[in-house]
């Protein structure tokens, strides 16, 4: 079966960092997608990695290992508008979107 | 932002009624779905359209039916709503077979 895990709720502080894993099992590779999610809003596209390694956009960063199966979205400098929900998926061989069950991040001042 | 909007935004309804929900956009996007959101479930892919009458089944797609007769319309149908479809259902377009998804602001449907 196909799996996508990530942590169910991470707490951290304002100004501090904040590393968001999620670890996939799919039938096929064809991209890792992180998007954000602000509670009752909907997903917006934050990152997309198919190579391995880091892509940088900003305060946000998003790694992937794919020999691991393996990603991680990096918050820097976190901000109270940072509080959401954050989603991994990954689009299968047959380019369709497996997502995770989500993280959300609570911000504390 | 993407040109996409979904309506009703909230429907209560009773157990056993049809019901559709509609999502029209304005970006002449090619790709549309239909998911639905539940707590400690990842969004879940309910039918999706690759055009105008071309439609496909994604993974929970039982009890629910679509119809594309427009590029910028896509509706659901619940042919009888049961209380295991109560759920924030979400549309979403891509212009291309990427992923990268533009979604509408979702539609709250409680089934009673």
């Known amino acids: 079966g196909q799996n996508i895990d990530q942590p169910t709720e991470m707490t951290a502080t304002e100004g501090a960092i904040v590393q968001i894993n999620c670890t996939y099992q799919?039938?096929?590779?064809?991209?890792l997608f992180w998007y954000q999610q602000h509670a009752g809003e909907a997903p917006t596209f934050l990152s997309y990695n198919v190579l391995d390694g880091l892509e940088e956009k900003g305060r946000f960063s998003s790694f992937l290992s794919r020999s691991k199966g393996y990603s991680y979205l990096l918050l820097k400098e976190l901000q109270m508008k940072d509080s959401a929900s954050y989603l991994c998926a990954v689009m299968d061989s047959n380019y369709q979107l497996i997502w995770g069950a989500g993280t959300k991040l609570i911000i504390k001042p | 932002d993407a040109g996409i909007t979904q309506s009703p935004r909230h429907k209560v309804t009773e157990t056993g009624t049809p019901v559709t929900l509609r999502c029209h956009q304005t970006e002449n996007h090619r790709y549309m779905y239909w998911y639905r959101q539940d707590p400690g479930h990842g969004l879940r892919l309910i039918h999706y359209?690759?055009?105008?009458?071309?439609?496909d089944k994604g993974e929970v797609s039982d009890g629910y039916s679509v119809s594309r007769s427009k590029t910028e319309d896509f509706l659901l149908t619940l042919e009888s709503a049961t209380s295991s479809q109560t759920s924030v259902y979400f549309c979403a377009i891509s212009d291309r077979d990427t992923g990268e998804l533009f979604f509408g602001e979702g539609s709250r449907l409680t089934v009673l």
């Open positions: 799919t039938s096929g590779f064809n991209g």
């Open positions: 359209s690759y055009g105008v009458k071309d439609t």
